[in-house]
């Protein structure tokens, strides 16, 4: 097929890095993935009991295009309940396909050509691409391990231009764990407040914080009027392949959104609407389980690695750790795919998360005890391999 059929924009994407050591690593036996993040846990029965039975009482047909209003309004119980903001059901909160299609949306609806997004990075690999895929462009704040890879507010009016139009923010971090405390936080919207900016706060892992309690950008004195909160139910509540998120914000903004979702997408799935309002009501203490598990393994992996003589900051959410490999004296691609090929452990190169992640690695902790442990007992041996290389 002639090139002249590709959208010369789409055709400068690059794929995605994570997903090319998760296919190298399907395609051998006997590896053990540290790569991809998703959890290791099944959905919660009870949860994939209220979808089956949605499909029993014949619920197949299209749910409202901003979603279920019943999911909605657990939903918003939700948030006010755990992270202190208050939405209203009937028209600031949009049911998506997952997380990334709020995101998504936002930039659709928000951007006009050359409007600048700042973005903090390390970053999930898909923030960039999508501001550039809506017509934005992004300007990338580096964070650093010294300051645990925070954002600071200092960092972000730096970076602010009379084009300048909103800030993304993830919190807790992927793929460093990092966590914005309250403090961070209302330094951070001081400035945004100041410059008359909008921000996108990406809190898909905010149920997944080992110990502190968790503050949204959004519950903050004049932030909930110039935030869109997004999140989802893949992460904490071991849903990945349910495909469902949402977004909630300021009622103007939110139907702009759904006139794209209208167009796009319709509604998300009806079958994984009714699991998530089970979810939601019913499912919260299976979260708490997965999250002193996954705070356990935490706890084992950061430990071996630091003993390895790999520099590891302890992260306070998610499920990742995001070591430093340069005392081995390779990048992060060179350490990655060789620790693929020669222990056959996969992880994914910091490189991939921004050009600050260089010289890391982002291990995700999201696998049995079993398999960690043999991992790190793989990967302590190949490190033990490239000092005798070197010495």
């Known amino acids: 097929m002639s090139e002249r059929f590709v959208a010369s924009h789409i055709k400068a994407l690059k794929p995605s890095g994570i997903r090319r050591f998760f296919d190298l690593a399907q395609s051998m036996e006997g590896v053990i993935s540290l790569g991809v993040g998703e959890p290791d846990f099944t959905t919660p029965w009870s949860v994939i009991e209220a979808s089956y039975h949605s499909l029993e009482r014949g619920f197949t047909a299209y749910t409202p295009n901003a979603g279920l209003l019943a999911l909605r309004q657990s939903i918003c119980r939700f948030l006010d309940t755990r992270f202190h903001v208050q939405y209203h059901p009937e028209d600031e909160v949009i049911v998506t396909v997952g997380a ?48 645990a890879f925070k954002l600071s507010k200092d960092a972000v009016e730096a970076a602010i231009t009379d084009k300048t139009k909103a800030i993304l923010i993830c919190s807790p971090n992927n793929p460093t764990g990092a966590v914005l405390t309250k403090e961070d936080l209302m330094g951070i919207s001081e400035v945004i407040k100041r410059h008359d900016l909008f921000v996108i706060s990406d809190e898909i892992y905010a149920d997944l914080l080992y110990d502190d309690m968790y503050t949204s950008i959004a519950s903050l004195e004049g932030m909930k009027e110039r935030t869109l909160l997004v999140s989802g139910f893949s992460k904490a509540f071991a849903m990945t392949g349910w495909r469902l998120g949402y977004v909630c914000g300021p009622t103007a903004l939110i139907a702009e959104m759904l006139k794209i979702h209208q167009y796009t997408i319709m509604s998300a799935p009806t079958m994984a609407q009714y699991g998530a309002v089970e979810a939601l009501e019913n499912g919260l203490s299976e979260v708490e389980m997965m999250r002193e598990s996954y705070k356990q393994r935490r706890n084992y992996v950061v430990k071996t690695l630091t003993r390895m003589g790999l520099d590891c900051h302890m992260p306070g959410g998610a499920f990742y750790v995001f070591p430093s490999i340069k005392s081995t004296g390779l990048t ?15 992880v994914v190169p910091g490189n991939v998360f921004g050009d600050s992640g260089e010289g890391y690695i982002r291990c995700s902790y999201a696998a049995s005890m079993k398999q960690l442990i043999e991992a790190m007992e793989r990967m302590a041996h190949f490190i033990k391999q490239l000092t005798a290389e070197g010495s």
């Open 100 to 147: 990334s299609q709020a995101i998504d949306l936002a930039f659709r609806a928000m951007l006009n050509p050359g409007d600048e997004v700042i973005v903090m990075e390390p970053s999930f690999v898909s923030y960039v691409p999508t501001i550039t895929l809506a017509g934005g462009v992004p300007v990338v704040v580096d964070t650093y391990e010294k300051d």
């Open 332 to 346: 992060s691609s060179e350490f990655a795919e060789r620790l693929l090929m020669e222990e056959k452990v996969a």
